[in-house]
């Protein structure tokens, strides 16, 4: 189970991982903007108890994706504007069709000494499309390539076939789930990657414990340490004024106000960085009906939602996911709340005065509380709403098959991956339950143009049936707010699931 939100249940988890915590921190040089060598940088995440794992092919919480990225490498990585970036693959190159590609690979090596190669990159690929490995979570957005028809190319070089045309496979493969393993490696418990730290310890909802590991490719790390933290809001907030953890991930915009003068704590925030809003099944009544969800879309009030739920710190939405992403369809009007026509469609769809379900939970900061706001905003057009509330370590799981509606976020990832990944009929993460073959066909078909202009329109056009048909209400794009100690130099703001975001080979302690 995570841990409790105090400030001595942080405490408790460093040391069962295996940490001895410093007591404080120095508050020499705090402004130097040259790195240091030593030192072990502690960092809190929300947790996920027992689900908690070091298989980096399945990765679901923000908490394990850290961990992984301490350990382990992917080929290509996302920058700040959501574009492929190299990581393993120092460039890449498609056919004229974009369906074989070629990567060439740079020389690094796993901290067990083996030098990277293309049989390594083949395997990872197999290990997570293994059809038994259900939660392997690239596995859909993956499946179209070709492992039959994959090959080595030279001595570092490996050639990725599809089975179809896709111009986004670099960007597909920076997604969630996707790092390096050695070839033959299958043991989470012993993970052996080419990332700047080297595996010490892990115990799941507690924490994780890496070692620099000098012969990275990218150079060693300034920090001899990196600990991984497993703690709730209150006890990151709690550790991180207190000087007991460096780095505090997903914090609140009460916290941030609340250390605004704290000279001994720092919010570094991003922008725009991934979406709130909230999830209607369109695959049963009453939001199979188009009209039904476009009722909702037109009651919520997301001036409202932004100012409270985000203490005003993002930017409303307009059901459109990515905002500010490439392929984003820019000059869409934004939608207005417009509670006599939401009653007039409540009428029309019989949801007048009828009840639907809210399946909320504790799971993120402000799910609860949006729940609650939406259900007194919807009241005021005649739908009513219960709320119930289900068990925060499961409830990401949960909401693919309960509740009418649910709470819905994302972090950064490219638009034409969140749609593989939360919209296809068969994607994983379908909270929606929006299957339809045509949407999928005119999606794919979108993927395969290689032309960027051409696509980009396609995209357009994929994201406009989504945002009048589906079952999205995407009400805001708040900032992604991280706090870290005075001591603590080198953290860039940057989207969540990109480059230089839980970063920490290239961060230092003062």
């Not at 293994?130 to 080595?152: Q, V």
């Not at 199979?288 to 409270?308: F, G, H, I, Q, T």
Request: charged content about 25%; hydrophobic content about 35%.
């Amino acid at each position: 189970m995570p841990v409790t939100p105090t400030r001595r249940s942080v405490l408790a988890v460093a040391a069962a991982a295996g940490a001895d915590l410093l007591t404080g921190c120095s508050s020499a040089d705090s402004g130097s903007s040259s790195p240091k060598k030593g030192g072990t940088l502690r960092a809190a995440f929300p947790g996920a108890g027992v689900k908690e794992t070091m298989d980096p092919h399945a990765q679901r919480q923000f908490v394990d994706i850290a961990r992984h990225k301490a350990v382990f490498d992917k080929l290509v990585e996302l920058d700040s504007t959501l574009r492929p970036v190299p990581r393993l693959a120092r460039s890449w190159s498609s056919d004229d069709d974009a369906r074989v590609w070629r990567f060439e690979l740079r020389e690094a090596r796993f901290h067990d000494g083996h030098v990277l190669d293309a049989d390594d990159v083949l395997y990872s690929i197999s290990r997570i499309l293994d059809p038994d490995a259900a939660d392997h979570l690239a596995k859909n957005s993956l499946s179209h390539i070709d492992l039959s028809n994959c090959r080595k190319v030279g001595r570092r070089g490996v050639e990725i076939a599809l089975t179809r045309p896709n111009a986004e496979l670099p960007s597909q493969l920076a997604m969630t789930g996707t790092p390096i393993v050695r070839d033959g490696w299958d043991d989470p418990k012993k993970p052996v990657g080419t990332g700047p730290f080297r595996f010490v310890s892990f115990t799941a909802g507690r924490g994780f414990t890496g070692r620099r590991f000098d012969d990275h490719w990218n150079g060693a790390p300034h920090l001899d340490e990196v600990r991984i933290l497993s703690a709730e809001t209150e006890a990151r907030a709690a550790a991180v004024r207190s000087g007991e953890v460096h780095f505090a991930h997903e914090m609140t915009p009460t916290f941030a106000r609340t250390v605004e003068h704290n000279s001994r704590v720092r919010v570094v925030a991003t922008r725009r960085s991934g979406v709130q809003g909230f999830a209607l099944k369109t695959d049963r009544a009453p939001f199979d009906d188009p009209d039904a969800a476009m009722a909702v879309k037109l009651l919520v009030d997301r001036e409202r939602l932004v100012e409270v739920v985000c203490a005003g710190r993002a930017e409303i939405g307009n059901d459109v996911y990515g905002k500010g992403y490439t392929y984003y369809p820019e000059g869409l009007a934004q939608r207005e709340r417009d509670v006599p026509e939401a009653r007039r469609l409540l009428k029309r769809t019989g949801l007048y005065n009828k009840k639907v379900t809210f399946y909320t939970s504790t799971a993120a900061d402000g799910f609860a509380q949006a729940a609650h706001l939406f259900t007194d905003q919807a009241g005021e057009a005649g739908l009513k709403v219960e709320v119930v509330n289900g068990p925060p370590e499961s409830y990401f799981t949960d909401v693919l098959g309960k509740g009418t509606v649910t709470n819905h976020r994302c972090g950064a990832m490219t638009i034409p991956t969140y749609i593989s990944e939360r919209l296809l009929a068969d994607a994983p993460q379908n909270a929606t339950a929006w299957k339809h073959q045509d949407f999928d066909d005119a999606f794919t078909a979108a993927r395969a143009v290689v032309d960027d202009d051409k696509r980009t329109e396609r995209y357009r056009s994929v994201q406009t049936t989504l945002r009048d048909q589906g079952g999205l209400v995407l009400w805001g794009h708040p900032e992604w707010l991280n706090a870290i100690s005075h001591t603590v130099q080198g953290v860039k703001e940057a989207p969540p699931n990109t480059v230089d975001w839980a970063r920490f080979d290239t961060v230092w302690l003062d």
